[in-house]
């Protein structure tokens, strides 16, 4: 049965629980992520769990100084559609720090630098199905990276649009766009520039 209780001061946050995992084997080795099966024991009882081993991944909201934001447009076959997102990447190089990797991608997908970098969030976007989490970055102080990049596959054809914060704000909150990390760091961003406005 569920417990209710009243917010109060009460510091909301997200708590890492351990459990007794009795066993944990690659049920399935991918091209690009793997499914791991967990035989795990949650309030006495066994239980059995599949989910993605993902590397984790980064994602970028690229924001100029007029207050737009780079989006790209690129084909995801799982879900069959071009969707639009902000630029990404996977945490694939081991040990590689994650703002590293969101600095590296930001020059691979969209041939741009910046000179500032704040963290925004990180997110879970599956976390029933998935031990991914994404952090997402703001990028300000743009400027082209000083090589370009060859692009292959699902990337080779993407499509990339300036979009003014407000016009993205507008999109999530009207239903016309899903990426999830995307999602987030538009309206994140929204929200720290107006604090940021605020703060004078």
Not at 4 to 24: A, Q
Not at 129 to 138: A, K, M, N, R, V
């Amino acid at each position: 049965m569920a417990t209710h209780g009243e917010f109060g001061d009460l510091d909301l946050h997200d708590e890492p629980f351990d459990v007794e995992v009795r066993e944990s084997h690659l049920a399935y080795h991918g091209h690009v992520w793997d499914v791991r099966e967990d035989r795990l024991v949650y309030n006495g009882s066994e239980l059995i769990r599949h989910y993605v081993d993902h590397t984790g991944a980064v994602a970028i909201v690229a924001l100029d100084e007029r207050d737009r934001i780079l989006l790209i447009q690129q084909y995801r076959h799982p879900i069959r559609t071009r969707d639009w997102e902000i630029p990404a990447g996977l945490l694939d190089i081991d040990g590689e720090d994650p703002l590293d990797t969101a600095k590296r991608e930001l020059a691979e997908e969209v041939d741009l630098v910046a000179e500032r970098w704040d963290k925004l969030v990180s997110m879970a976007p599956t976390p029933g199905g998935s031990d991914e989490i994404i952090h997402i970055y703001l990028a300000r102080g743009l400027s082209d990276a000083p090589e370009e990049f060859a692009r292959f596959g699902e990337e080779a054809d993407i499509r990339s649009l300036w979009v003014p914060l407000d016009e993205a704000v507008a999109a999530v909150t009207g239903g016309r766009l899903m990426n999830g990390a995307m999602m987030l760091g538009i309206m994140v961003t929204a929200e720290r520039l107006r604090r940021e406005r605020a703060e004078g």
